[in-house]
């Protein structure tokens, strides 16, 4: 059974930074697959902000994060990273970890809240000006 299970979370002030990760467990056979980094609003729908293909690749970005974020992958921990700099108001919000059945590239196909599969809790972000 596949878990994803985040931590990271906490308060940053406007401008700051903070590091989300997601340790990922549960497939088999190294079976590549696309890890995605969702943010959900209070009253808002889940929105992606960043996914990577395990297999390798260029990771994909909402514009509303491209140049600020950063997603990685740490195979060798089964961790996927989002560092988050120059956090906004905007990006405060829960924080999802979402990954697809494999294989699924998320490079090529994208990665949206419908084309997920398996969801973490969720870790909490407070932006303050």
């Known amino acids: 059974q596949v878990q994803l299970v985040e931590s990271g979370g906490g308060s940053v002030q406007a401008g700051g930074s903070l590091r989300l990760s997601c340790v990922v467990s549960?497939?088999?056979?190294?079976?590549?697959?696309?890890v995605a980094w969702f943010h959900q609003a209070p009253g808002n729908e889940r929105e992606g902000r960043a996914a990577i293909y395990t297999g390798g690749g260029t990771p994909v970005y909402a514009a509303s994060v491209k140049g600020r974020f950063a997603i990685s992958h740490d195979g060798a921990k089964n961790t996927v990273y989002l560092e988050m700099n120059r956090l906004k108001a905007e990006d405060a919000g829960m924080y999802y970890c979402?990954?697809?059945?494999?294989?699924?590239?998320?490079?090529?196909?994208?990665?949206?809240?419908?084309?997920?599969?398996?969801w973490g809790k969720g870790t909490l972000v407070t932006v303050s000006s």
């Open positions: 979402a990954a697809t059945r494999p294989p699924y590239d998320c490079e090529s196909s994208g990665f949206r809240s419908d084309g997920m599969d398996y």
């Open positions: 549960g497939y088999t056979y190294s079976r590549k697959h696309c």
